[in-house]
């Protein structure tokens, strides 16, 4: 069993960064592929960034060349670094973690809002 917890959400500017955290509990996180979601209001949850246990990584469109996922399997956590943020990045952000064969995991979700 996977638990999942973010941190690191909040208000900035348009132009800030914000950098998210999602820590996991267990033994097995090196063995997750781990995303990020997000979902504003009124939208459907979007993938914005995963990352394979073997560190290859893909990012939608819209954030390519401003966000960066990132993993530390010794600190069981992956990273979402957040820069160039826009009006509409502001969502709740969660984390996934996913193994074929095995229950999807989340986390609770945090919320990002970028004011203009």
């Known amino acids: 069993q996977v638990q999942l917890v973010e941190s690191g959400g909040g208000s900035v500017q348009a132009g800030g960064s914000l950098r998210l955290s999602c820590a996991a509990s267990?033994?097995?996180?090196?063995?997750?592929?781990m995303g990020w979601y997000r979902q504003a209001p009124g939208k459907e949850r979007e993938l914005v960034a995963s990352?394979?246990?073997?560190?290859?990584?893909t990012y939608a469109s819209s954030v390519k060349g401003r966000f960066t996922i990132s993993r530390d399997n010794a600190k069981n956590t992956v990273y979402l670094q957040m820069n160039s943020l826009k009006p509409e990045d502001t969502a709740v952000y969660s984390c996934?973690?996913?193994?074929?064969?095995?229950?999807?995991?989340w986390g609770q979700g945090t919320q990002v809002t970028v004011s203009s």
């Open positions: 990352i394979t246990i073997s560190g290859m990584t």
């Open positions: 267990g033994r097995t996180f090196s063995s997750y592929a």
């Open positions: 996934n973690a996913y193994r074929l064969g095995y229950v999807n995991h």
